[in-house]
């Protein structure tokens, strides 16, 4: 019997023989023959996610306090199953989730999750993951990203929920990056849609933005984040797609509310307003009850993380929302303005350039060179470019703190680094190709944009802001959308990264086929 770090606590690891079929049956017997009434029940599925080559995190959510069961087992040979006793469920989130270590690399693993408590135990849910490569490993990799999802009353949909990721199931990816704004907690879910024979299911929640909801009661901002979770989490093609996928989450602004940091006091759009800080404390709060995330020992708020996936992947996770100064202040060298903050800043730079990965992937929550933020002036820009469009000021983005990392990755010859992103809700793949240290040498990279998987559809990209010198390889708006990734250590011309662009119906966008060769 050994310790395996849970995200809410440690828990017990026993090793057990049995088959996971014949512990379904026993269960499902069981329950037939005298489960009581009152006993617990799953209510949002289960979950995968922060796999590594040797850890998982589960998780699952329940109707009233239980405690986490689960059961994992290799889905072909290998090692004896285990069973694992989980966090209690506490009335607060009803959600509960346990880390594994000790797993074997790159392995398909099949989990059984069930919950009990003095008044009975739960049915099972079975789901399933594989396990990341070992470093020194070479295999073809692949995932989807994405984000934006139930924003500007594009909720789920009567009889049709998010048909989106039913597309994204049938990929079969070895896993998700949630990219941010996986809920609009800013926003409600009326019945009626956005448009004529938009039908949505609706939620029974407010925006926490509506002034009915006190951000001094902490209770009352926990019951309106609960809800938008829960009611996101309650469809079934997204079930049905975690099941089968692990996933590495991160947030944006819509976590909380439209262009938040995390460090401000007020709310931009609502100064007069008491209580911003537990607005935020909660929507962090909830980002983590709600999702399979690997807390950190040191700082178990920390989002941004890293993860190796064999010898052609690394995958860095980025928190633009937690460090960043304010967005109306002027980018100037004596404001050492920032999205990231200093440590993750070093830490984004020292990872890159230490990476053996062919491919670095960086994750950002908000994109490079696309001008975004909320008018009127004074609320500034939210993303890293300036820009010069008609009512935003163009001078408060956050360039200087975004060209100084690219500056130090082109001395440094970083190589292969590609940013993915969501955020302004249309798709688009970008070139860059710019001698940030003045070397002769530039830097080459790319930007990949996807989104949304079901919110406000942009009908156009606008115009990108030049600092970085981007070139457009593909654009396009006014459509739900997903991007992939596969990356192929086979083909002729080396490790070879092949990206695409698929509508809800899982099609691929014309234009949208990119194949991306190393750099040596």
Same mark, same amino acid.
């Given at each position: 019997m050994g310790e395996v770090s849970g995200c809410f606590g440690s828990v017990k690891q026993v090793i057990r023989g049995g088959s996971l079929i014949a512990l379904s049956i026993a269960l499902s017997a069981a329950a037939a023959r005298g489960a009581q009434a009152d006993a617990p029940t799953l209510t949002h599925g289960v979950a995968s996610g922060d796999v590594t080559d040797?850890?998982? @995190?589960?998780?699952? &959510?329940?109707? #009233?306090p239980a405690e986490l069961r689960a059961r994992i087992q290799p889905i072909i040979g290998g090692e004896a199953a285990r069973e694992v006793i989980g966090s209690m469920a506490e009335p607060s989130a009803l959600a509960a989730a346990v880390q594994l270590s000790g797993l074997e690399s790159g392995t398909a693993y099949r989990y059984e999750v069930w919950f009990a408590n003095a008044a009975g135990r739960s049915a099972v849910e079975a789901g399933q993951f594989t396990t990341a490569p070992a470093e020194s490993t070479s295999r073809a990799v692949s995932f989807i990203w994405s984000g934006d999802l139930g924003g500007q009353k594009y909720c789920r949909r009567v009889e049709r929920g998010y048909p989106i990721f039913a597309a994204m199931t049938d990929f079969a990816p070895d896993f998700f990056v949630a990219n941010g704004d996986m809920i609009y907690a800013d926003n409600d879910c009326p019945r009626e849609g956005p448009m004529p024979g938009w039908t949505n299911v609706p939620g029974d929640f407010p925006s926490v933005?509506?002034?009915? @909801?006190?951000?001094t009661d902490t209770a009352a901002i926990d &019951? @309106?984040? *609960? *809800?938008h979770w829960r009611y996101n989490r309650a469809d079934a093609a997204f079930q049905r797609f975690l099941r089968g996928t692990s996933m590495y989450v991160q947030w944006d602004d819509h976590e909380v509310t439209n262009d938040f940091a995390a460090r401000s006091t007020v709310d931009p759009a609502a100064p007069? $307003? *008491?209580g911003f800080a537990q607005l935020v404390a909660a929507g962090r709060r909830w980002l983590f009850a709600?999702?399979?995330? &690997? $807390?950190? $020992?040191a700082e178990p708020d920390r989002i941004y993380r890293s993860v190796r996936w064999g010898k052609e992947l690394e995958l860095f996770i980025l928190d633009a929302r937690s460090y960043r100064s304010a967005n109306a202040l002027e980018d100037s060298d004596?404001? &050492?303005?920032t999205i990231l903050g200093a440590e993750q800043r070093a830490w984004l730079e020292s990872g890159l350039a230490r990476s053996t990965a062919t491919w670095k992937i960086v994750s950002s929550d908000v994109p490079l060179s696309v001008p975004t933020g909320s008018v009127p002036d004074a609320r500034g820009r939210d993303a890293f470019a300036s820009g010069t469009g008609p009512g935003l000021d163009g001078s408060t983005g956050f360039e200087r703190e975004l060209v100084g990392i690219l500056k130090t990755l082109d001395g440094k010859r970083v190589r292969n680094v590609v940013f993915v992103a969501t955020d302004v809700h249309f798709a688009a793949q970008i070139r860059y190709a710019h001698d940030f240290d003045g070397d002769g #040498?530039?830097?080459v990279f790319h930007e990949l944009i996807s989104g949304p998987l079901s919110a406000f559809r942009a009908p156009a990209p606008p115009a990108f802001d030049a600092t970085l010198r981007p070139v457009v390889l593909y654009a396009e708006g006014d459509i739900f959308n997903f991007g992939t990734v596969r990356i192929d250590p086979t083909a002729p011309s080396g490790t070879v990264l092949r990206t695409d662009v698929r509508d809800e119906t899982g099609a691929v966008r014309p234009g949208s086929e990119l194949v991306l060769s190393p750099q040596r």
């Open positions: 040797s850890t998982a @995190v589960i998780w699952a &959510a329940v109707d #009233q933005t509506d002034l009915s @909801v006190d951000w &019951a @309106v984040y *609960a *809800a007069e $307003r *008491a709600f999702h399979p995330i &690997a $807390r950190d $020992r004596a404001n &050492a303005k #040498q530039p830097l």
